[in-house]
């Protein structure tokens, strides 16, 4: 237990260094008349995320290096996401801190979000996959996954489908990791 909690701590402390890099990213390529904005552009968005994604990779990464039980990796790794998502949600309240099924939804799909995202990451390590490159593999499609639930958030389509994405990718990397290893087969050689 005490795992869990220390990658739910690491999670959030991971977010908060995060922000502070999207702060300083923001300051310099938004122009001085934008800065006082109470939010970021939207088109920062992809760049916020990428950020977002790459802390949690190196992070989760360099946490679960030396772990050996698979499933303990994934599980350690979506606490990791919840811990990440928690002072975002902290921060949304403190901005609004009005509480309707709108916006305990919204939390909701932050805590998925973020919990996907991670998983497939702890998916990654879990496997011991070996090649380096297949990395880049799985940091896109967190990536992706983060930018479509922000796409479907910021164009306000329904909660149930926002909530499903995360959803899903969570469900698919449990299924992975149920899924017995592929056994490599050696083409015969016939004389």
Not at 70 to 96: Q, S, V
Request: net charge positive; glycine share 6%; hydrophobic share 60%.
């Amino acid at each position: 237990m005490t795992e869990k909690l220390k990658m739910l701590f690491w999670g959030m402390l991971a977010a908060l260094g995060a922000l502070a890099l999207e702060s300083v990213a923001l300051i310099f390529v938004t122009p001085l008349s934008a800065v006082a904005a109470p939010a970021a552009p939207a088109w920062f968005m992809p760049i916020g995320v990428f950020i977002e994604e790459l802390f949690s990779l190196l992070l989760i990464g360099k946490l679960l290096q030396n772990s050996s039980d698979k499933k303990n990796i994934f599980t350690r790794a979506l606490c990791f996401g919840l811990g990440f998502a928690l002072p975002e949600i902290l921060l949304n309240f403190a901005d609004n801190p009005r509480l309707s099924q709108e916006i305990l939804l919204s939390y909701l799909g932050l805590l998925l979000i973020h919990s996907a995202t991670a998983g497939i990451f702890g998916y990654y390590f879990s496997k011991k996959i070996g090649f380096r490159a297949v990395i880049f593999f799985f940091f896109l499609l967190a990536l992706f996954t983060h930018l479509a639930f922000n796409l479907l958030v910021l164009f306000s389509l329904s909660f149930w489908l926002i909530l499903g994405l995360p959803l899903f990718v969570i469900f698919l990397c449990f299924l992975a990791l149920k899924m017995p290893p592929a056994k490599a087969s050696l083409p015969s050689q016939k004389n």
